[in-house]
Antibody, heavy 124, light 107 residues
Framework: QVQLVESGGGVVQPGRSLRLSCTASGFTFSSYGIHWVRQAPGKGLEWVAVISFHGSNEYYADSVKGRLTISRDNSRNTVYLQMNSLRADDTAFYYC?????????????????WGQGTLVTVSS | DIQMTQSPSPLSASVGDRVTITCQASQDITIYLNWYQQKPGKAPKLLIYDASNLQTGVPSRFSGSGSGTDFTFTISNLQPEDIATYYCQQYANIPLTFGPGTEVDIK
């Protein structure tokens, strides 16, 4: 069964750090780029970052550049989102999603497989 | 950044109706446009990619069209299970951007 499972969410104080994980199964993980997309409670979808299938290319939304870092470990079928200097406006459900196009070096296309999401709450 | 707008929102229709949502990009994105369905408490689901291609397993009552800056998403025969919020998304440029969403409900 093709799936992505996020973990690592929780409540964190402003300025602190958190690391999210996204573990894949049911497909050849090392062939696909993976994205993080977030959604503040009751709001719309915001793309956060993408990492290419080989991990050499990363792209970020301006709102998170310099604070959030995406990485991957193809031996563990896992993508990470290291979140530093967290702010209240980072509060959201964080979804990882697979890029539909395998072996893409670019910024991505469509998100065809999504995880169930993990909630990050930044609050003192 | 490419800005995406959607209309209408919200949208109220009857079972069996033909429902149309429009999405406009702030600049030419050729056909680099996708549509998603999101039900409350669930992750989004890809319905249409590259403006008009139906994702595998998606019912044929869903369709998409358009190119350039203007796109249309249609549900040909609205069903109760189609109650959701629908988002368009462009991938012509980084950052990838979504429309604000169109909430569809049943009259």
């Amino acid at each position: 069964q093709v799936q992505l499972v996020e973990s690592g969410g929780g409540v964190v104080q402003p300025g602190r750090s958190l690391r999210l994980s996204c573990t894949a199964s049911g497909f050849t993980f090392s062939s696909y780029g993976i994205h993080w997309v977030r959604q503040a409670p009751g709001k719309g979808l915001e793309w956060v970052a993408v990492i290419s299938f080989h991990g050499s290319n990363e792209y970020y939304a301006d709102s998170v550049k310099g604070r959030l870092t995406i990485s991957r470990d193809n031996s563990r079928n896992t993508v990470y989102l290291q979140m530093n200097s967290l702010r209240a406006d980072d509060t959201a459900f964080y979804y990882c999603a697979r890029d539909r196009a395998p072996y893409s070096h670019g910024g991505g296309s469509a998100f065809d497989i999504w995880g169930q999401g993990t909630l990050v709450t930044v609050s003192s | 950044d490419i800005q995406m707008t959607q209309s209408p929102s919200p949208l109220s229709a009857s079972v069996g109706d033909r429902v149309t949502i429009t999405c406009q990009a702030s600049q030419d994105i050729t056909i680099y446009l996708n549509w998603y369905q999101q039900k409350p408490g669930k992750a989004p689901k890809l319905l249409i990619y590259d403006a008009s291609n139906l994702q595998t397993g998606v019912p044929s009552r869903f369709s998409g069209s358009g190119s350039g800056t203007d796109f249309t998403f249609t549900i040909s025969n609205l069903q109760p299970e189609d109650i959701a919020t629908y988002y368009c998304q462009q991938y012509a440029n980084i950052p990838l951007t979504f429309g604000p969403g169109t909430e569809v409900d049943i009259k």
